[in-house]
């Protein structure tokens, strides 16, 4: 079982870190075909706002899990980076794998989010041809158990998203937010999220900016009282604003602290992006508080006990899906058995049809019926033993049959 995973996430690392190590699309394909170009035989990058982690497939373990925090250094010019690094393998990788999509290794405990962009990962390793039998298997099992704990445990019904979390966290800053107003700049899944948190706490108004103003225009009729402005006019409403949340995907910071205006009254800002966007310089200014993703670990672990409870009975369903994992993983040792065996059938049947046609002036309906019988008789020959390895649980014994097999067969 050759599998492991390198990288970087909350866990070990803080915001400044992680932002320095995220894949856009177009280092994952560079990434992933300097790893297939050096015997890893197959790769997934996981790559959002908490985590940026690097799955492999490959023989010598050990030694290719070196080669990628090599990699992680030289490629992001991030001397020290190692330090943050983590690695695992084996069913420990697996475990990993299975808690990040099942959302239990998240900032947010039970988190949705993660389970599609898992999918999204895996996805984008399938198109590249760099997801193959053992991580098309691993990938469906991950989002398979993913499933059935949240079906499970409802864990995910619990509002702990960091959208939520924000809202939250915002609102212990201000006192109350009803009735005042605030500037989203972003209109993603987790500001879709933000916009509808602050309409459930009764907001005077919601300016609402975006680099695509046409988008912003079409939320008018799903928000109530959300008030487009244009991306080049965010920092005119600044000085109307209580509270400012930003989460847009922008690779660089897109509120500046040169560009900042003179604030005249008290606001608070969230920085909910990763890399982040709004310039952390900027909590230097007179009348603004800045806030990001880490400040809300607070309010997360006062929040999450239930949802630990919960988190409870998604390890033991993990545990279990695990043992199904390793018991297939051993079943696909005696595939290349297999493989030989049929290899065997179809050249002794090539070689027996071509002696019949040789010997026998037959019809085309004749040699099909005699063409068909052959195949069914040496099939029937291989499938006992076939069947007898796959249900062979005992590892020591199926090794031994295998052997056994392909000595009497002279695979």
Known sequence: MNIGVIGIN????????????????????????????RDIEEVVILSTCNRSEIYIQAKNIDEKIKLVEDFYEEFFNAKGIKEYLFSKKY??????????????????????????????AHDFSMQLG???KIFNKLFREAVNIAKDIKNTTKISHQPLSISYIGIKFLQNKVGNLEGKKALVIGIGKMNRLTMKYLEEE???TIYVSNRSHGKVIELE?????IVPIRYEDRYKVMNDVDIVISATASPHMIIRYDEMPEIQRKIFMMDIALPRDIDPKINEL??????DIDNLKDIHDKNDKKRKELAQIGYEMISE???????????IKIDPTIESLNDK???????????????????????KIIDKMLTSALKRLIREPIINLKQTKDKGKREEYIKLVEELFEL
């Open 10 to 37: 909350h866990n070990l690392a803080p915001i400044n870190i992680r932002e320095h190590v995220f894949f856009t699309d177009i280092q994952k394909i560079e990434a992933i075909n300097y790893f297939l170009d």
């Open 91 to 120: 069913t420990s990788a697996i475990e990993h794998l299975f808690k990040v999509a099942s959302g239990l290794d998240s900032i947010v405990l039970g988190e949705d989010q993660i389970l599609g962009q898992v999918k999204d």
């Open 130 to 132: 760099s997801s193959k």
């Open 202 to 204: 009764k907001l005077d």
């Open 221 to 225: 009729s799903e928000f109530k009282n």
């Open 286 to 291: 007179e009348n603004i508080e800045v806030y």
């Open 321 to 331: 899906k695990i043992i199904e994992f390793t018991e297939w993983l051993d079943s």
């Open 345 to 367: 059938c179809l050249e002794i049947r090539e070689d027996t049809l071509e002696y019949i046609y040789r010997k026998t002036n037959l019809n085309n309906r004749d040699k």
